[in-house]
């Protein structure tokens, strides 16, 4: 069965925290939550179902086989803390901030490979249908387009005679954009691929560490001991092995006897400003709150890293396509003016 997104689990742990904080049960909530209708009434019918049967709400959620693994270990351990309630807001703020980002990856990235794909049209049609027009305007004035425009009416030529190969190509580009946008299966894939070759530099570096930081954050605001809370954040960088590794590493030195923030930041998974942060809530009890503060912090960073990093890409598409269109015009344009000039 398909796994559900990162926005619906959101809501449906969020309507259920809500459910048990009333007082009602929890085959009782969830088949409130039925009742209310939606494309998952089957969904919350069988997860009543084994409600009814006994099952507690990490067993409940783990046989639906619709939630990530983690889900399920989180909500056992605050089934057996009393604070399931608490566990399931924890998660729904976990995935709207997932959400979230996931959300700006789309928005920052459809608008420069969009402006990507028309500068590759405008220049292609400029090479393949103008400039020969241009070629055979100046051939009756017994003229021959030498130097760059004659290497362009060259390589224009060339991708004349590829054009089917090169629209091909266009096309395809284009429905690889129409998938990122609209099909969550695709895009997972896409993004797993990435990740494993490049999500643990640059901006994805950032994306990796919110994310891990607002697993912790759940893990500990729900309870869960820091050694079992850092295995579970590791859980979530599994797609990307030297972010794995970088857990493995801190969880070896917390073995070790070495104090938490000193193993989050000998292996650089969190700022030096943010483990100062959190060894003070450690110190002062609420380490759970401050953990919470830090998750905010580096996803609006990794947010506002994305926004920069786009805000770079569009004006560089956007001068390079005026360069290369410009080179190509005035290429044309001043044998035409010189011939102007010698009829003059």
Not at 13 to 23: I, P, S, V
Not at 36 to 43: C, E, I, N, Q, V
Not at 246 to 275: H, M, Q, S, Y
Request: aromatic residues 4%; hydrophobic residues 45%; glycine residues 8%.
């Amino acid at each position: 069965m398909k796994q559900l997104s990162n926005d619906e689990v959101s809501t449906l742990c969020r309507e259920l925290a809500y459910l048990l904080h009333a007082g009602m049960g929890v085959a009782d909530a969830l088949t409130l939550m039925a009742d209310d209708g939606g494309k998952h009434r089957a969904l919350l019918q069988e997860m009543a179902r084994s409600a009814d049967d006994g099952a507690s709400v990490p067993e409940v959620f783990e046989r639906t086989g619709v939630f990530q693994p983690y889900t399920s270990r989180l909500l056992n351990v605050g089934d057996r803390s009393g604070r399931t309630e608490e566990t399931l807001n924890a998660l729904a703020d976990y995935y709207e901030g997932r959400e979230r980002l996931a959300r700006q990856l789309r928005t920052s990235l459809l608008y420069p490979v969009i402006l990507l794909l028309i500068m590759l049209v405008v220049i292609v049609v400029l090479l393949v249908y103008v400039l020969p027009i241009f070629d055979r305007v100046y051939a009756q004035f017994g003229v021959t387009l030498t130097g760059v425009a004659g290497a362009l009416l060259k390589f224009g030529s060339v991708l004349g005679r590829i054009m089917p190969v090169l629209c091909l190509v266009l096309v395809v580009l284009a429905l690889l954009c129409l998938l990122l946008a609209v099909s969550d299966r695709f895009r997972s894939k896409a993004l797993s691929f990435w990740k494993r070759r490049r999500g643990d530099k640059g901006v994805s570096r950032q994306v990796s560490d919110a994310r891990f930081a607002m697993a912790l954050s759940m893990g500990l605001h729900s309870g869960m001991p820091i050694e079992e809370a850092l295995t579970l954040s590791g859980e979530v960088l599994q797609e990307t092995p030297s972010a794995k590794e970088r857990v493995n590493a801190c969880i070896r030195a917390l073995e070790d006897g070495a104090p938490l923030t000193t193993a989050l930041e000998e292996n650089k998974l969190l700022p030096k400003a943010e483990c100062r942060l959190l060894a003070a809530g450690l110190r002062s009890g609420v380490g759970d709150t401050a953990m919470e503060q830090i998750a905010e912090r580096m996803r609006e960073r990794s947010e506002t890293a994305i926004h920069e990093k786009v805000s770079r890409v569009e004006p560089t598409l956007v001068v390079i396509a005026s360069l290369l269109v410009g080179m190509i015009l005035l290429s044309v344009m001043l044998p035409l003016m010189n011939i102007m000039s010698a009829i003059g």
